[in-house]
């Protein structure tokens, strides 16, 4: 990955931690690179999880946050408000790449998040982030190679989450299990998948 490719990174968390989840590996590498990465959280609905989700952030290197109150579940009755919340976004900052669920999230939340977001940025790159328990089909077609201190960085920030650790999706051996999965594609020891739903190739000499 060219280190000036994605200068302005946004990541779209339909809830606290599904960023995290999806992309915290190349969310940590990004910050390496020098990357401006700038994470919207869209619902918290108790007090604690904001509490964890900064603290996630904190260990990634992410600076820039804001973590919103819509209704979890409840999204689709929110579309307009979230799509003009993520257009005002798009028209006062310069972003490179958004990161989003992928395309084929069933989850309510997490399609209209990916919806509105391909409305707002319609001259940025967007990368769909896997949720495996929420997908039934997944079209990865872009891998980002991670090293261990990359690796070892998204699971100490979902550490922070302990109002989570019952599920299974958060279980250390399972997440790493998967980032060694995606490396093994592409010859590498770890990497994250996403789906590329949009490449802007923009240049400039």
Sequence with gaps: MDRKMFNTVLVLSPHTDDGELGAGGTISKLVEYGSEITYLAFSAPRDILKKECEE?????GVKKFDIFDFKTRHFPTFRQEILELL??????NKTDLVLTPSTQDL???H???TDEALRAFKYSTIFGYELPWNNIYFRENCFISLEER????KLKALECYNTQKKRQYFKKEY???V????GIQIGKKYAEAFEVIKFVFNYET
């Design 150 to 153: 990359h690796v070892k960085n």
């Design 107 to 109: 989850h309510q939340d």
């Design 175 to 177: 997440l790493k299990s």
């Design 179 to 182: 980032l060694r999965s995606k």
């Design 87 to 92: 257009f005002n976004y798009s028209q006062k």
């Design 56 to 60: 996630a952030l904190k260990i990634l």
């Design 111 to 113: 399609k209209t998040m």
